[in-house]
Structures are given as C-alpha cells and as structure tokens.
C-alpha cells in the first residue's frame, strides 16, 4: 500500500486560506476533501487555453483532485468535489510531468492543486532535476495564501489565477468562502510581484508569441452579474494594467449533473446572453482595457468534461496521455 510522504505543513494544516488545522499526514481529510497523498485524475495536451499558453504544442494540462472552493457550479465537479483521482508517487507525478514534455507539451499547466502545493512542489522540483525543462504554470483559483505559494518560488513562472468574484456575498453564496475576494487579491498582487510579464517574440505560426514569464489573469463572467464583473475589471485596471494580461471568459455552462450544484440563487440556471456580451464589451472600453484575452459567446455546452472517460474532452480541444484510472494512454510498459 502507497503511503505518501510527510509534510510538515499537513500536521495542522493552513496552506490555504481555510486554515482547516487537520492532520492530513494522519490520513484525516481536509476541506478540500483530501489528505497527504497527492491524487491526479487526468494529464494531457489541451488546445483551448490562451493562445500564449497553447502555442502550437498544446498545454500540458495535469488536473489535480479534491479543491479547497466548493463552487456550486464547478465543470470539473467530478475531480474537484467526488474525490475521482489517483494517489501518485513524487516520481510518478514527475514521469507524468515528463511524458507531456515528450509529447510535445508548450508547458506544463498544474490546475487546481492550491490544497497540495507541498507535495506538487516536490513533484515538479523532482521533475526538473531528471530533465523538466518546459515552462511551468500555475492554474489555479487564488483562494491562496502567499507564504504556501512561496513554496513554488523558482518553480512556477507563469501564473494563471482565477478571480472569481471581488462580492463577499457571492462568494459566500456559491463558492462558500466569504472571505475569497481579499484572499485573492492578496494571493494575485504575491504573483504579479514574482512574475514579470515577459512574452516571446510573434511569428507567423504563433502571432501571440509564448508567455514565458508573468500572470495571465481570468474571470468568468457570471450570466445576470454584470456588476460583480464590473468589480473585476475596475480592480484589474487599478492595480494590474500593464503588469499583467487578462483574460475574460464567457463559457459559464449550467452543470445540472452535478450533486454539487443546489440552491444557486445567485444567477438564473442558463448561458450568458448577446446582449450582456454586448454589455461586457463595453465595460472593457470604459475600463480602456485592451491587453488579453475574451471568449467569444458560444451557445453550446458539448464541451463540458467527462473525466470518467479516458478522453474527457472533444478530440479536437484535448489529447489524453494519463488517466487516473488507465494510466498512460497508448504507451507500452
């Protein structure tokens, strides 16, 4: 039987900002449903990132399991919140890490490990001493506390933070931590002060370039909340224009599936409309916002992952190379 290596920040355990005090080295679980062990559901090329992010290679996307949020509306709800993952080794994790690089990986994109930053830290520090060499980029919801993400400094250069909401209400009501909007904040100014935004030079196969270093920052606009968006995009401007790039997303998807997705009050159960991405492309003027990134409104939720499935996504958004339960996809021995 596995059993995972001990790391002193688990005894009582504050990594993030729940500061839930459990002893996740003695097999107790915290509130992000998880204990020492470092579980992974799913690790492949993902072509749906920023084009920075994508490049021509694909993202080498490794989905972490369990979460510290519990937003009522989360499309990974399957890994984030019913626990579906497999306990890796450090050198496991560092072979995954390693085969998206063989695989022709831009970068290696580690999504929603703020609960496990000690032991995915050792993973990618492991990872880079047996030949990691591609950039590494930290996605993750900013519900973080700067003295846990310093444990990635010389790690991580690009980081991907999402800011959900800067409304305590909201984020008590969907995401149940009233206290998210000035832990992200706080979490978000640490990695814009880490991260330079650097980019590569554009060519004709990537008129982008390659993000290299700095801080892609997302927000999914929320359909009926306009204002909290608002909110958003005021405070990029204030403290982030010309610091960092952002990136606004338009693909909020009801997740009726979901156990998780009860009793939200917050917005009505449908997509956004054109008429409020008409409204939002005006909120980025007023806020003289150009540098970054906006989803075009798609009225289609085809797309939402499956991770039961070795392929959770469409052929053409993802190639699969690890699942939590077939391991390496297609590769002998």
């Not at 995401?175 to 706080?186: I, L, Q, S, W």
């Not at 405070?235 to 952002?246: D, S």
């Amino acid at each position: 039987m596995y059993t995972p290596p001990m790391y002193r920040e688990y005894e009582a355990c504050t990594i993030c900002p729940r500061n839930c005090g459990i002893n996740r080295n003695g097999g107790k679980r915290g509130l992000c449903g998880e204990d020492a062990s470092l579980r992974v559901a799913w690790a492949g090329l993902h072509f749906g990132e920023e084009p920075p992010i994508t490049g021509t290679g694909g993202s080498g996307t490794v989905f972490i399991t369990g979460c510290n949020l519990r937003c009522k509306f989360c499309q990974n709800w399957q890994i984030s919140q019913d626990g579906m993952g497999l306990a890796v080794t450090e050198a496991g994790f560092a072979e995954i890490c390693l085969e998206l690089q063989r695989s022709g990986a831009e970068n290696v994109n580690i999504v929603t490990g703020s609960h496990a930053i000690p032991a995915i830290a050792a993973g990618l520090r492991h990872a880079k001493n047996v030949g990691l060499s591609v950039p590494i980029l930290w996605n993750s919801s900013a519900y973080e506390c700067p003295e846990a993400l310093a444990l990635l400094d010389g790690v991580v250069s690009v980081w991907l933070p999402d800011l959900k909401t800067l409304n305590p209400e909201l984020a008590a009501n969907v995401f149940h931590a009233r206290d998210y909007p000035k832990a992200a904040k706080k979490a978000i100014r640490f990695m814009a002060d880490r991260a330079p935004l650097a980019l590569t030079p554009p060519d004709d196969a990537l008129p982008s370039g390659r993000i290299t270093s700095g801080v892609i920052l997302r927000h999914l606009v929320l359909p009926n909340r306009l204002a909290d968006t608002e909110l958003v995009l005021e405070w990029f401007a204030e403290h982030l224009a010309g610091k960092a790039l952002l990136s606004l997303m338009t693909q909020y998807t009801p997740v009726r599936e979901s156990p998780h997705a009860k009793g939200i009050d917050a917005f009505p159960d449908r997509l956004m409309t054109p008429k409020e991405a008409d409204r939002l492309q005006g909120l980025l003027e007023d806020y003289g916002i150009s540098d970054g990134f906006y989803q075009e409104l798609v009225e289609d939720t085809s797309w939402l992952p499956d991770f039961v499935r070795p392929q959770p996504f469409s052929s053409a958004l993802a190639k699969p190379i690890w699942h939590w339960r077939d391991g390496f996809i297609g590769r002998e021995g």
